[in-house]
């Protein structure tokens, strides 16, 4: 396991772990010379543990708790319109070829008695993207765990990303997104849907 300094539910790595870095780079060296490389090159000697640091910052979001990161920051309110925080920037790797994805999520809900402190909803988000991912559970995670967790009258989510296993590889189409969404309660009636898709297209 990571150390950690966990805060507000919310943590960050302060030491990576040792052993899993020595295993992770071992690896890595192989697989450098697997590719027609020479490890012992100097550009080289000290890739494998870069890379070894870097996977695990990037997959970090396992040690997470994205509930807690939301009950920690819970309050009673009596507000009931929509809340909606948009153009949460997210990065993420393909579980299928560990390339990354990045992109931008839009969240809103519609509080029953409850809000949450803003920050968290993108810590949330953070939370499930660094992990080994699928865009279409990533979106879903994100809607569950809202709507399990704060117990609103609805949650949406759209998630709108690019990926690099589309755009360096295989069909190579530089300029494709791909857009997912699921909502909860409320937001499965039309009215109140359309309204959350206009106001997270509205750019004034």
Not at 15 to 42: F, L, T
């Amino acid at each position: 396991m990571r150390k950690e300094n966990v805060m507000d539910g919310y943590a960050k790595i302060d030491q990576y772990n040792p052993e899993a870095i020595s295993r992770i780079a071992a690896k890595y060296r192989e697989i450098i010379r697997d590719v027609g490389e020479d490890p012992d090159r100097e550009g080289l000697v000290k890739t494998p543990e870069r890379v070894a640091k870097a996977l695990q910052y990037l997959t970090h979001g396992y040690d997470l708790d994205p509930a807690e990161i939301l009950r920690s920051a819970m309050f009673t309110e009596e507000y009931q319109q929509m809340v909606i925080v948009r153009d949460i920037e997210l990065y993420s790797l393909c579980e299928h070829h560990m390339l990354p994805f990045f992109g931008k999520a839009h969240v809103a809900y519609i509080p029953k008695g409850r809000i949450v402190g803003l920050s968290k909803v993108p810590r949330v988000v953070d939370a499930y993207a660094r992990r080994l991912q699928v865009q279409e559970r990533l979106t879903m995670q994100i809607r569950d765990c809202i709507q399990q967790t704060l117990e609103p009258a609805g949650v949406a989510v759209v998630i709108e990303a690019q990926h690099m296993c589309m755009i360096m590889r295989g069909i190579q189409k530089q300029h494709s997104i791909a857009s997912t969404s699921a909502f909860t309660g409320e937001f499965n009636k039309d009215v109140t849907r359309a309204e959350f898709l206009r106001l997270i297209a509205s750019r004034t």
